[in-house]
């Protein structure tokens, strides 16, 4: 089985495929298991954020496939179109890439590295991490750091969080003024509020499954904020100006029925709802609605793309040095793969030095003189190394020219002579 990815991004599929073969997190662990259970892959980590699915895998990329479409209920022929799949180089190339942000909607973009480091977590805890990708991923985190301390290709980066206060201040002018509603308490969520209470609002609310966690997000900003449960939100949703949603939720949490009643409550004044979640929080019928304006990932990218100029001069020696990485790393490889055959062979050597030196004991024991059982020992020795290879060019001919080369080229014989 070689070393290979699976995956689809922003830039092969849309929103609405890649909420299709998206990931929840709570489900990630489950998945990962499942997938080594299969036997479609022997190593395994899963990737999967707002942006991207990927699968790292040690195995055939078809079964993985097959045991993707399987996973999320979904026909093969409906997907592949929106799949990459990569040989052994090119998954070493893209974890690299991907790590640096090289390949992210924000170029340089730093939140994919923790995302990266959280999958293979996972995986090592559901023990579907071995020595190929464990080795894979030590060396990402290594060029990553490496790229983003020599070059300057995360820096004038405009974030999903930045650019959600960007987004909102299209519309509002003043963030002070405004009600802020966020659904969800995780890690985006969190980076969104923060950009936002920088900006210190009327009022913010964290609405989120379980109040203690909500509690948690709200003591963390620098502003006053309040918790509250998610079954409020059909009540309390009219009283907000701008809401950003990212769950987990498999399923949306704010509907068109649901918005349609706050904007009447509201007396049509405009709402500004960004959703952040794959699968989405927000119908997306929820657009439809006058005043309702409501944007997704996806949505994001002319924002986001603020500065790509002076990122991308920094990324064309991002992309050298990844480069030059991959070369090395793939050296490291083809030298590790080596090291079985060189241990068995030093056995193999160490085998027949025992077997001649009991024998030479033997000799000495019965009284042989010491210059014949060394006679012995070299002539026996020697005839032990070398009866495997004789062996093996006598069976073959000079038909085999890459065999002969290979023992001519491991002895330092010339094959002329």
């Given amino acids: 089985m070689q070393l290979t990815a699976v995956g689809l991004n922003h830039q092969t599929a849309p929103l609405s495929i890649r909420e299709r073969l998206a990931f929840a997190?709570?489900?990630?662990?489950?998945?990962?298991?499942?997938?080594i259970g299969s036997r479609a892959a022997k190593e395994a980590v899963i990737l999967s954020t707002c942006n991207r699915t990927e699968l790292y895998c040690v195995g055939d990329s078809e079964h993985i496939i097959s045991w993707l479409?399987?996973?999320?209920q979904l026909p093969?022929?409906?997907?592949?179109?929106?799949?990459?799949?990569l040989d052994s180089t090119d998954t070493v190339r893209h974890a690299f890439r991907v790590a640096c942000g090289l390949d992210s909607m924000v170029l340089g973009e730093p939140q994919i590295l923790g995302q990266i480091k959280d999958a293979v977590r996972i995986a090592q805890e559901q023990g579907s991490l071995n020595s190929r990708l464990n080795s894979l991923f030590q060396k990402t985190f290594s060029v990553a750091k490496e790229v983003r301390t020599d070059t300057s290709v995360g820096e004038n980066s405009v974030s999903m969080a930045s650019a959600s206060v960007k987004m909102a201040e299209q519309i509002f002018p003043n963030i002070a003024d405004l009600n802020v509603?966020?659904?969800?308490?995780?890690?985006m969520i969190e980076l969104v509020a923060t950009y936002f209470a920088a900006k210190s609002p009327k009022l913010i609310t964290v609405a989120n499954r379980t109040l203690p966690r909500a509690q948690e997000l709200c003591d963390k900003l620098s502003?006053?904020?309040?918790?509250?449960?998610?079954?409020?939100?059909?009540?309390?949703l009219h009283e907000y100006d701008v809401i950003v949603s990212s769950t987990a939720s498999q399923l949306p949490l704010v509907g068109k029925g649901?918005?349609?009643?706050?904007l009447k409550q509201r007396m049509n004044m405009p709402v500004f709802l960004l959703d952040l979640a794959v699968p989405r929080d927000i119908e997306a019928e929820v657009g439809?609605?006058?005043?309702a304006y409501l944007y997704t990932v996806d949505d994001m990218m002319g924002i986001v793309q603020n500065g790509k100029e002076a990122r991308q001069k920094a990324a064309a020696s991002a992309e050298a040095m990844v480069e030059a990485k991959v070369g090395e790393f793939i050296e490291w490889q083809k030298s590790r793969e080596s090291v079985p055959l060189i241990r068995a062979l030093r056995d193999e050597g160490e085998k027949a030095r025992r077997q001649v030196l009991e024998n030479?004991?033997?000799?000495l024991a019965k009284g042989t003189s010491a210059e014949e059982v060394l006679e012995r020992l070299s002539v026996q020795l020697t005839n032990k190394l070398l009866h495997s290879p004789t062996r093996t060019l006598s069976q073959a001919g000079s038909a085999d020219s890459n065999l002969v080369e290979a023992v001519a080229q491991i002895y330092r014989l010339d094959q002329h002579e």
């Fill in 223 to 236: 502003v006053h904020a309040e918790p509250c449960l998610l079954n409020r939100l059909p009540e309390i």
């Fill in 288 to 291: 439809d609605l006058n005043d």
């Fill in 25 to 35: 997190a709570a489900a990630l662990p489950e998945a990962v298991s499942n997938l």
């Fill in 76 to 85: 093969i022929e409906e997907i592949r179109p929106y799949l990459y799949t």
């Fill in 181 to 187: 509603l966020f659904i969800g308490a995780g890690e």
């Fill in 360 to 363: 030479a004991m033997k000799q």
């Fill in 69 to 72: 479409a399987e996973f999320h």
């Fill in 258 to 262: 649901m918005v349609e009643r706050a």
